[in-house]
């Protein structure tokens, strides 16, 4: 786990220290630069597999013709080495990136098929004079890019590429909509016009700064064919898939421990360590959210506790306080590169920072379950949808607007209001409208003029919507919301901010979920076995059954959050004198001051539910406070 960076078109190599310093915490145990014809790579190293020096990337090959910088981890690097070294490759480590290196002199770019795990790397072909950039199959692990005449160049953050004198921040208006409208920014598009994120399961050749290839070397399989597979099968094998995953993630050369929610999915993975680890210390850290309404949700921790008592883990609990939030949140939005406006990343931020002071290096994280095996209350509204979409459309219309009329009172209110909105689009429209938090009407309300002007005839939903192309032969609006969840939401949301707030303390965060044959097998599998009579994640949860209690497995979703309503109703004042007062919204250009106060106010008083939307507006003008040159 590490971080790359480099350029492709300048001859100065000071650029690449630059760039190391901007992501010293993603390696702070050794640098490494290398340079040649205006192709310039680096590596921040954080130790993994293989401590020793002789691990240090830049990466070669035996006769130097090829050059690695490598960031994640390859889960089947040993049985990949052994195959290796039985053809007549030489190695010298016993590091899971060197097999990386002799792996493309063997496959080329083919490569890419053998190669299970997290990654994105960058060869350089001396010979050829190409370069062969790749991003895994879900984007686990990030990668930013950007390109002009003359120029290209990478790196695992945004916050190197600043360091490069062509790349220039300006505010992407596009993106900012989208953040308005999902709290997240699907890829390709960041905040930042010039810099774009490489899709997930894809692959560049470069010669020079020009791309001559692009291509998806993956995409999640939702054919609209269904495996046929008895129930007792099914969990026979998601078991059997499971356990190879979380063991082959086990292997590490420094302290490994647990995120542990009290979820299942989170619990499920405990289980699974403890089953292959039964005599060995376990250590797990969680969140205890203290002096806040959970908004009608249970609290997880003395569900985390009652899954460290019964599979004897050492837990740790890890307080979070509105004024930890408030301490960290400016910083927050540097770290993520992004404006993501979900507090549960400082969770992620405090569990990290505890475990590196710990001596824990790697966390094993529950991410993707839900997004996998359909764990998300707005799946088992979309079951309600598909009811109520045989009412004629002149009726839907109707709901959506006594929804819009709807007092937020209570949790449950607001959950119908939000049910309600924009209940009369068409079903593809509906499935991507669950993601909003914002209408897009509204978000524009929010904007300048000027702002405005630039965002003519862009749509955040319909640009999300073209995402089903990929999948035209899938007919099940289940597996169209699942697709979503795994190949965006998942991806630049829950994993984006996983990895860097971790990063950010120097620590691994691996996701055994996210395993391409568990993914593949999901998809596969008939849908009534991921979501059965209102039942989420059915089958996942009767593998669960051989290894936690039923009241683990069977209780209301809580997830990994915070009570952010709560917060801006009564401690973000700071923030919002500092961020959006009327001097420093009239110098970014992009938001209207008197409509967003009126938000503010309509929120304080229950006029509306804001208090997602104006987080993101918060750290939306945080990001162009500190990102913008």
């Known amino acids: 786990m590490c971080g790359i960076y480099g350029y492709i078109g300048l001859s100065d190599d000071s650029v690449l220290k630059k760039m190391s310093a901007a992501m010293r915490h993603r390696g702070p145990d050794a640098q490494g630069f290398w340079g040649e014809d205006q192709v310039f790579l680096g590596q921040n190293r954080l130790s993994i597999i293989d401590l020793s020096s002789s691990a240090t990337q830049p990466l070669f090959n035996e006769d130097g013709s090829v050059v690695l910088v490598f960031n994640g981890e390859i889960y089947n690097y040993k049985e990949l080495r052994e195959e290796l070294l039985q053809k007549g490759h030489v190695f010298k480590s016993e590091s899971d990136s060197e097999v990386l290196v002799h792996l493309y ?179 797990a850290f969680t969140i205890d959210i203290q002096g806040a309404d959970m908004e009608g949700n249970p609290n997880d921790l003395p569900y985390a506790r009652k899954v460290a008592k019964d599979l004897n883990i050492d837990l740790e609990e890890i307080i979070v306080t509105p004024a930890e939030v408030l301490k960290h949140l400016e910083e927050l939005t ?126 955040s939903i319909k640009n999300l919507e073209l995402a089903f192309q990929n999948i035209p032969n899938e007919k099940s609006a289940l597996n169209k919301m699942l697709y979503l969840e795994s190949k965006y939401f998942l991806v630049d949301h829950n994993l984006n901010y996983s990895d860097k707030m971790s990063m950010c303390n120097s620590v691994e965060t691996r996701v055994p979920f996210m395993d391409y044959r568990i993914v593949d097998f999901a998809a596969q599998l008939p849908v009534e076995l991921k979501l059965q009579n209102g039942q989420a994640k059915y089958i996942l949860k009767k593998v669960a059954e051989k290894y936690l209690d039923k009241d683990i497995i069977y209780r209301k979703k809580t997830g990994f959050g915070a009570p952010l309503r709560d917060w801006i109703l009564n401690d973000f004042q700071p923030l919002f004198d500092k961020y959006l007062n009327k001097e420093i919204m009239q110098r970014h250009g992009v938001f209207k001051h008197d409509a967003v106060w009126k938000m503010i106010k309509d929120n304080a008083s229950g006029k509306s539910d804001s208090a997602y939307s104006i987080f993101s507006v918060i750290c939306i003008s945080i990001w162009m406070e500190r990102f913008q040159k």
């Open 105 to 283: 002199e063997e496959e080329g770019i083919t490569m890419l098929s053998s190669i299970r795990g997290m990654f994105a790397f960058v060869i350089y072909d001396r010979k050829k004079k190409q370069t062969f950039i790749a991003r895994d199959h879900f984007g686990i692990k990030p990668l930013y890019i950007f390109q002009k005449a003359g120029h290209f160049a990478f790196a695992s953050e945004m916050k190197a590429l600043q360091q490069h004198p062509e790349v220039k921040f300006e505010v992407n208006p596009k993106a900012v909509l989208d953040h308005l409208s999902f709290l997240w920014c699907p890829f390709p598009k960041t905040m930042a016009s010039d810099v774009t994120k490489l899709e997930p399961g894809t692959a560049l050749i470069l010669e020079g700064s020009e791309i001559k290839k692009k291509w998806n070397f993956y995409d999640i399989p939702y054919t609209g064919r269904h495996m046929d597979i008895s129930e007792k099968d099914a969990v026979a094998e998601l078991d059997r898939l499971l356990e190879a995953s979380i063991s082959e993630q086990l292997v590490s050369d420094v302290p490994l421990g647990l995120f542990l929610s009290g979820g299942l999915d989170s619990s499920l993975i405990a289980a699974y360590v403890r089953k292959l680890k039964p005599q060995q210390k376990i250590k």
């Open 334 to 459: 540097y770290i993520l590169d992004e404006p993501l406006a979900d507090p549960a990343a400082v969770n992620v931020l405090l569990i990290t920072k505890i475990a590196r002071e710990k001596g824990y290096i790697v966390l094993l994280s529950g991410a993707g379950g839900d997004d996998v095996f359909s764990g998300y209350r707005r799946h088992q509204a979309m079951l309600l949808d598909l009811k109520l979409f045989k009412l004629p459309a002149f009726s839907r219309k109707l709901m959506e607007f006594a929804g819009k009329k709807l007092p937020v009172i209570n949790p449950k209110i607001r959950k119908a209001k939000k049910y309600l909105q924009n209940f009369g689009a068409s079903l593809n429209d509906r499935l991507v409208s669950y993601y909003c938090w914002l209408d897009e009407r509204k978000a524009h309300s929010l904007l300048t003029n000027s702002f405005n002007e630039k965002l003519k005839d862009y749509s």
